[in-house]
């Protein structure tokens, strides 16, 4: 199964918290704060694997997560950094926020790139040891790591694209200019997902080929197999529009050129406006002069350049590769997406934002502000816990709660502590 389009979720390691520590050594008074600082949490990298072609191994993991930091330990020693985590992807993914649609990477270019980076390591009580505050009983808790939903789309890097109804000789055509080996048969979606090989035509010239599967009426709509792989050709320079001039399966090539082109049109209008070269097939088996004529006057009249070939017999197939590398030698690089992405500011919430709520006699307290500032305070230190009040009398707490209708004795909730407030 091909599989080329994959929404993952992925989480950077959280940092480590400080330690608080005292140094501890005989003949050795007040010896002072040693609390080491947390490891930072691992990083989330994504590294192209050239050995991969498909987007198969998400389909059924969906979350990684780095590893976290450790925390810091005494004699002013650091913990250890988390584990960064390696994400493996094809060359050409498109890595997009999910929510946005922004892209943030295209894995066209760049071989390694960092996707969400691991939190800071929290500081050990010895940065905080002042003159007058010898023995410092806190420390800095560590901070969560980035977290992305994020949607991988692997869009092919080919020069050419071959596109057509199925069972026009695309794949045939493929493995007669390249050494690609599609399968082949006289049926159509004969091929389920894209092929690619190298077209040689010089010395130390080549081009990259993709044989996109046949796309059908309502593609750009779902129907068939191509709607699934158009966005292959987003990257192509140049198209190859492959039409069965037989007539052998009683379609009428002109129908099916305009059919394909308007796919095109209704998938993107910048994709419809790419160069075309229009590829006569099964010459070698066309016997209706009227239907050849009518095409052929029906592309010159639209301003294509009209090949005529025969995959199966080699006929006409040297021509084609020539034209087509002299067109690509005039056309710019294959394109690479832009970063859209604007990294979102971790909100860290304000004392305006707490959720404050009653229950009888018991006030419960929410938000991100006030959890971060839990995890700074060591409560089993008094020196710390009147930082924490005055903390909270000074951001306006407490005068909110009165103005609630807090009365003294009643509990406030906090998280995983509670205390009495007292006027």
Request: charged fraction near 25%; charge should be negative; proline fraction near 4%.
């Amino acid at each position: 199964m091909f599989v080329d389009k994959a929404t993952i979720t992925v989480k950077a390691g959280k940092g480590g918290n400080g330690a608080v520590s005292f140094h501890r050594e005989k003949y050795v008074s007040a010896g002072g704060p040693d609390g080491g600082d947390g490891g930072r949490g691992g990083s989330i990298v994504l590294n192209v694997d050239t050995n991969m072609s498909t987007l198969m191994d998400f389909r059924y993991k969906r979350k990684y997560a780095a590893g976290n930091g450790a925390d810091g330990m005494s004699n002013n020693k650091s913990g250890k950094d988390g584990k960064d985590l390696v994400i493996r992807v094809p060359k050409g993914t498109v890595v997009r926020e999910k929510d946005s649609n922004a892209v943030i990477v295209d894995m066209s270019e760049t071989t390694s790139f960092k996707l969400a980076k691991g939190g800071n390591g929290g500081w050990g009580n010895r940065h905080f040891a002042t003159p007058t505050r010898q023995a410092p009983r806190f420390a800095k808790a560590g901070l969560h790591g980035q977290e992305l939903e994020i949607e991988l789309e692997l869009k092919l890097l080919a020069d050419v694209g071959l596109i057509g109804y199925p069972n026009v000789g695309k794949s045939t055509l493929l493995s007669v200019v390249s050494k690609a080996n599609p399968k082949i048969a006289d049926y159509h979606f004969t091929t389920l997902f894209p092929n690619l090989g190298v077209v040689y035509f010089g010395e130390g010239h080549s081009f990259i080929l993709a044989d996109i599967p046949g796309i059908i009426e309502g593609a750009s709509d779902g129907a068939g197999l191509g709607h699934e792989f158009l966005r292959h050709i987003d990257r192509c320079r140049l198209i190859l529009h492959v039409v069965d001039i037989s007539g052998s399966e009683g379609r009428d090539p002109v129908e099916d050129f305009k059919t394909i082109n308007n796919e095109l049109q209704s998938y993107s209008p910048e994709l419809a406006k790419r160069p075309q070269l229009v590829v006569a097939n099964k010459t070698d088996i066309a016997q209706d002069e009227e239907l050849t004529g009518r095409f052929e006057e029906y592309i010159k009249d639209s301003g294509y350049e009209l090949f005529k070939i025969s995959a199966a017999s080699n006929t006409g197939i040297k021509e084609l590769v020539n034209a087509a590398a002299a067109k690509l030698s005039a056309l710019p690089p294959i394109m690479v997406y832009e970063p859209e992405y604007v990294p979102k500011q971790k909100m860290q919430g304000t004392p305006e934002d707490l959720i404050i709520e009653n229950f009888d006699d018991v006030w419960t307290i929410e938000g991100e502000w006030i959890e971060r500032l839990m995890g700074n305070v060591n409560f089993s230190d008094h020196e710390s816990r009147m930082y924490f009040n005055r903390v909270l009398h000074n951001a306006g707490i407490y005068k909110r709660l009165e103005s609630l209708g807090i009365k003294d004795g009643d509990t406030i909730s906090i998280y995983n502590m509670e205390f009495d407030y007292n006027e």
